[in-house]
């Protein structure tokens, strides 16, 4: 068996929606191994997106929240749905907890007008009492109506929580998105956002690397550039000069703006140059080695001529180069788990076929790491992954070895999918097996069986109960009542349920 | 193929897109979006038109229901887009706008994103009988019906007439669309990538819809699409477009299982299948991307890219000629290699 | 696709019937209460500002002399000698109400705030400089007007003149905007150039010429503002013409044939509301500060019309008399606000986000 890398256990992550509960996911366990390529497929609103971002903690709070589940990483406990709600078990007040929100702010008001009139019924004179009793009313009301021990309990946790997974995500974990434009910094060249990728630097440190690009720059500068830009400024500073002081034309006035002039890119130029001898000689070797290994990268992932492209900006390459890049910088940390959110969907097929082929690259050359692939297509599950995590309704429907559910899909979800792909041997023109009905709405899913209101072949229990996730064959797993009772009436031997 | 079954006739048909820039607004540059293409489709056919983003494929479907010069005033369009309707010649690339409208209602269209192709300050039942009133002489319960009727048809209920479009899911929203292209009983429906913004469960109910309706109604599909597997599944033809020009075309399986031109080979192998089981040796990968139509290359526009590429491929833009029995290709080099 | 749920999709199990986005915006905006409320003050203000002359005016509202009833609120000037007062000019109503008291048949009934807003020192018992108390609520200005009669009057045609001069200015800049971003090309180019060489005119010196030549009145002014106010709208309507008609549904109105009447109006106009229905409020408060400026300067309404600008023109040259800045500047400072808590709460509801900061 694998090393498992990451465990999820009864993941739950809901939305709030106008006063409503949005289960976006529902409880899903899985594991990702190390050095494979798991895929998780799903239609829109399966929540296979938002489970993978509920794992690395990166659900906007709110409208959204992980509620439940365990997540651990590396034998490491990362986040503990048990301890949230002991925190969750205390009630939410100190005092008062009937009262709910809309009363407790009148009865908050009530208690501070009562505070008011017994202040001025009793004879308390002056008016630095009665800026102190205010303050006192002030804390007190706070105190016996809004003052809550367990939101505080609850923000600590999240806090400690987030800030381990910050470590986590900024050294072991990438991301990359499915637009790769809206993902890059369109006014900062590749190659310093490589760099930051390899290396955050601080501001201090990003000065100094502007000073030692500004440094090479002049340095490589040509003298007939350096004397045109000298001319170019001198011709500036007298016609802006001779502006300032009202066309005067003084002799010497002239002379000394034309030198003015003329110095000052020279000046700025060896300023720099100055700077730059500052800065130490290791610093210098340290961000020569980061630009060698940025070049590496683009490099890697297959960018023609990445030295000069190091200094082109995002908006100059195409959607399939600025993908790569985007996996460039995803690899920059060298990380152990990377996610790619539907990488190729905007991409165009014979450029999706690119980057798939460098996507399993990465995978054989970094055997430890491992890779999940979102997606809404079952071809590029096909063609890329190892395992497959079928979703639907916020839940997991089928896990299996990727030819184990191509050649033998169990749940009806799975079926119906891999029938609404025309494939060669079916006959052409003939109708396709399609799903019928939609994609429940994920505010309204039903109570049972996620699948039920589209299942062609569904039994009574389905609508009501929701059957758990059973390994059939060794790592091949399916929610789904039919199969279930179909393999317990074949062995009655005890099963180990997952739920 | 005799004319009379002949529905369209496409002939050189070029769409070029000028830009202007600077003070004046100078014509500095031309977009060659289609660059000379010819096809026809017959009737009860279905045409799948197949390339990546760029090539022009989207232009070819505007231009088949002329709505190009409405939308972009400074297009110019060269060649001939002759329709046949019951023994009269149409030329859509010629026709005023006034003469045009006559014909509108018998080449409808479909479009991609089911959330813009519906007006959503219309209901349902508006969308659907604008086509109606226009063209026909209905009153308003005769309307009614035949909205009713419709949506009947595309598997709605009627009384999802009266509703907005926002209350629709992508897949019904496109039943939508699907029946406003309907309503006026069509020759030629042009499906531009109707099923690629649909969750996949979703796409194989609407392409059987399809199907069903071609069935009973006997119209025409160009079915525009990047999705091979489906357009293989639907289309009794394939045209494979690469930067404004067909560089294949042909009956779909032959296309399919045997295509000749080095970029159809390259975009069908790269194409992903639902096989794990499948040898991936066998893919071609193409090096770089699709130049813009802006600047294209010389010659056959698919040279830079080519493997088989030669000297001569710079010199003039490869004409389609028949390699085997309906089967057109538009690249000299493969026809040498297959002769030789 | 969006995996996280919408808000589209939230509203849509919220409501089982049928909403236009119209209505479902109107709702929004009716939970945003701030916003709401203002509303309902504003508008209420103002249906009553137009029955002003009988809440509050120097005429009577009945008159009932030596048998004769009379109705000097809507008949307008009558002598002071038909009620038997021995003063030259209008019948001071007051003074007759006062006198009637001690006479049998006769008497007056006077509307519930007896002060009209063009009365000043000539009328008997009025004083210039008087403060604010019982008789005058805000007190009199340096001409012995009442202030706070003049003060709602002034409300009226300022509402009135920033409504007006909104729709006039927008009926011309939607629909050549409409027709920059529909048509594009050359009109476009052409119609850029000329508002680019309209835009550059000052408006304030073409305001002074203007006003010396003729007097300005309030449709006249409100012509002459709306010349130069309509520009600000085409770069919006243009903007979202050209972006309404690159979506699909304008090509399909196409493909069936349908006019470009029909298509500007029919589908893509109501697409292209939101801009003219957000910047509405804030152009009624644009169109209240040029009034107000204008008549500050002087270039505005001819006097005695009750105009805020020119209450605070003359209370700023009596400053010791508070009142006289205080209320027309109290007065601004309220319907300006309320129309920013319209206009914000609009802008709120247009926005599909579901968090906001206003509730």
Redesign the interface.
């Known amino acids: 068996m694998r090393e498992k890398l990451f465990e999820i256990k009864g993941l739950k992550t809901y939305f709030n929606i106008g006063g409503q509960t949005a289960k976006a996911v529902d409880g899903v366990d899985f594991d990702i191994y190390k050095g494979e390529i798991l895929g998780v497929v799903g239609e829109s609103g399966s929540g296979k997106s938002v489970s993978l971002l509920s794992l690395i903690q990166l659900i906007p709070n709110p409208p959204g929240e992980v509620t439940d589940g365990e997540i651990t990483f590396n034998g490491e406990n990362i986040f503990n749905g048990d301890e949230l709600k002991r925190i969750k078990a205390v009630p939410q007040y100190r005092f008062f907890n009937k009262l709910d929100v809309s009363k407790r702010t009148g009865v908050a008001f009530l208690f501070m007008v009562a505070w008011l009139v017994l202040h001025l019924v009793l004879p308390i004179s002056g008016f630095i009492p009665f800026l102190i009793s205010m303050l006192l009313m002030t804390g007190v009301t706070w105190y016996l109506f809004f003052n809550s021990p367990r939101k505080r309990h609850e923000r600590s946790f999240r806090e400690k929580m987030y800030t381990r997974m910050r470590q986590i995500r900024g050294s072991e974990i990438a991301m990359i998105f499915q637009e790769p434009m809206t993902s890059l910094n369109p006014v900062y060249t590749i190659g310093m956002q490589i760099i930051e990728a390899i290396k955050p630097k601080s501001f201090g440190e990003m000065v100094k690397d502007r000073i030692i690009d500004l440094a090479a720059s002049f340095r490589n500068t040509r003298w007939v550039n350096k004397v045109r830009a000298s001319v170019i400024a001198a011709v500036l500073f007298i016609f802006f000069g001779q502006l300032g002081t009202g066309w005067s034309f003084q002799f010497t006035q002239l002379i000394s703006q034309a030198l003015w002039g003329a110095a000052l890119p020279l000046v700025l130029g060896y300023l720099m140059v100055g700077l730059d001898k500052l800065i130490p000689k290791e610093y210098h070797e340290e961000y020569v080695d980061l630009q060698r290994q940025g070049i590496k990268l683009l490099d890697q992932v297959g960018i023609p001529s990445p030295e000069t492209r190091l200094k082109d900006y995002p908006h100059q390459f195409s959607g399939g180069m600025r993908q790569r890049v985007m996996i460039a910088m995803a690899l920059a940390k060298k990380p152990s788990l990377l996610i790619a959110d539907e990488p190729t969907t905007a991409l165009d097929v014979t450029i999706q076929a690119q980057i798939l082929e460098l996507m399993k690259e990465i995978k054989d050359q970094r055997e430890d790491a491992a890779i999940v692939l979102i997606t809404h297509d079952l071809a590029v599950i096909a063609e890329t992954c190892e395992r497959v995590i079928v979703m639907y309704g916020g839940k997991i429907q089928e896990v299996a070895e990727v030819k184990e559910l191509f050649d033998n899909p169990l749940h009806p979800y799975t079926k119906g999918l891999l029938g609404s792909i025309p494939t060669p041997e079916l006959q052409k023109k003939a109708r396709l097996q399609a799903i019928r009905g939609m994609v429940p709405n994920i505010l309204n899913l039903p109570e049972g069986c996620k699948f039920c209101t589209r299942c062609d072949v569904k039994i009574d229990k389905c609508d009501s109960v929701d059957p758990p996730l059973m390994e059939v064959t060794p790592g091949h797993l399916v929610r789904c009542h039919l199969v279930i009772d179909e393999m317990l009436e074949q062995q009655n031997a005890p099963v180990s349920v997952s739920e | 193929m005799s004319d009379k079954q002949k529905l369209v006739d496409v002939k050189n048909l070029k769409v070029h897109f000028p830009l202007f820039g600077g003070v004046l ?1 100078r014509r500095v540059a031309t977009v060659k979006a289609v660059d000379g293409i010819s096809f026809s489709i017959k009737r009860k056919e279905t045409i799948g038109l197949v390339g ?2 760029g090539c022009g494929k989207t232009t070819v479907g ?1 231009a088949l ?3 190009l010069r ?2 972009y ?2 297009v110019e369009i060269d060649g001939s887009i002759t329709y046949n309707f019951n023994g009269k010649s149409v030329d859509f690339a010629r026709l005023k706008p006034r003469e ?2 006559k014909y ?2 018998k ?3 479909i ?3 089911p959330f ?6 219309m ?1 349902v039942a508006q969308i659907i009988s ?2 109606l009133q ?2 026909t002489k209905m009153n308003d319960s005769e309307m009614k019906d035949r909205v009713g009727w419709l949506l009947d048809k595309v598997g709605l209920q009627p009384e999802q007439a ?3 479009p ?2 629709f ?4 929203r496109q039943r939508v ?1 699907i029946a ?1 292209a309907l309503a006026t009983n069509p020759d030629l429906i042009i499906c531009d990538e109707p099923v690629s ?1 649909l ?7 609407v ?2 819809l399809m ?2 309706l071609q069935e009973e109604f006997g119209m025409s599909y160009l079915f525009i699409a ?1 999705d ?3 357009v ?3 289309a009794d033809r394939i045209a494979v477009m690469y930067l404004g020009n067909v560089v294949e075309f042909g009956e ?2 032959t296309v ?2 045997d295509p000749r031109h080095p970029y159809s080979k ?2 069908l ?10 040898q ?1 040796e066998s ?1 071609i ?2 090096e770089g ?2 130049p813009t139509p802006l600047n294209k290359p010389s010659g056959c526009g698919f040279r830079t890219r080519c493997p088989l590429a030669e000297k001569s491929c710079a010199e003039e833009i490869p004409v389609l000629e028949e390699h085997a029995l309906e089967h057109w290709v538009a690249c000299p080099i493969v026809k040498e290699k297959n002769a030789g | 696709m969006e995996n996280t749920p919408t808000v589209d999709q939230a509203a849509a199990a919220q409501e089982q019937i049928s909403l236009s986005v119209l209505k479902k915006r109107w709702l929004k905006f009716k939970s945003i209460k701030r916003g709401y409320y203002a509303f309902i003050i504003l508008i209420t203000a103002y249906i009553i500002s137009f029955f002003l002359p009988l809440l509050i005016n120097n005429r009577a509202l009945v008159v009932k002399y030596e048998g004769e009833i009379w109705f000097p609120v809507f008949q307008g000037y009558i002598a002071g000698s038909t009620f038997g007062e021995d003063v030259p000019g209008e019948a001071n109503y007051r003074e007759l109400k006062v006198k009637f008291k001690s006479e049998k048949g006769n008497w007056v009934i006077m509307p519930p705030y007896p002060y009209g807003p063009y009365e000043d020192v000539t009328t008997a018992g009025n004083k210039m400089y008087e403060e604010p108390g019982r008789g005058h609520w805000f007190g009199t200005d340096n001409t012995g007007r009442d202030v706070f009669s003049r003060l709602l009057y002034g409300f009226n045609i300022s509402l009135s003149f920033a409504i007006l001069f909104t729709i006039a200015s927008y009926l011309i800049g939607v629909s050549i905007g409409a027709m920059m971003g529909y048509f594009g090309g050359k009109f476009d180019l052409i119609t850029q150039r000329f508002i680019e060489i309209w835009a550059t005119l000052p408006f304030l010196f073409v305001m002074i010429i203007i006003s010396s030549i003729v007097r300005p009145n309030f449709f006249l002014l409100i012509v002459i503002l709306t010349l130069f106010g309509w520009i600000g709208m085409t770069y919006y309507m243009r903007a979202e013409f050209y972006r309404e008609k690159t979506k699909d549904y304008v090509a399909a109105a196409i493909s069936m044939g349908q006019t470009h009447k029909k298509i500007i109006f029919k589908h893509i106009l109501p697409n292209s509301l939101v801009p003219i229905i957000t910047y509405f409020p804030f152009a009624v408060i644009g169109g209240i500060g040029s009034l107000v400026g204008l008549d500050f300067l002087g270039f505005g309404l001819p006097p005695p019309t009750p105009s805020w600008g020119q209450m605070v023109s003359v209370g700023l040259q009596n400053m010791v008399k508070w009142w006289m800045v205080l209320a027309p500047l109290g007065a601004l400072f309220t319907t300006l606000l309320l129309i920013v808590f319209i206009g914000e709460a609009i802008r709120e509801a247009f926005d599909p986000r579901v968090y906001s900061r206003l509730r």
Not at chain 2, 116 to 121: D, E, K, Q, T, V
Not at chain 2, 169 to 172: C, F, L, V
Not at chain 2, 199 to 205: E, G, L, R, Y
Request: glycine share 4%; aromatic share 6%; net charge neutral.
């Open positions: 607004s990546e983003s505007r229901v002329a709505i409405q939308l005033p400074d045009l409208r509108r209602s080449v409808q269209m479009f991609q994103d813009a192709s519906l007006n959503p300050r209901t604008e086509p226009l063209h009266y509703r907005y926002h209350e899911s992508g897949g019904q669309g406003r913004a969750d996949v469960s979703i796409q194989a109910q392409i059987n199907m069903d990047h091979l597997s489906v293989e599944h639907i779909s399986s399919y299982y390259a975009l192998s790269a194409v992903p299948r639902p096989d794990p089981h499948r991936r893919r990968v193409l991307d699709v």
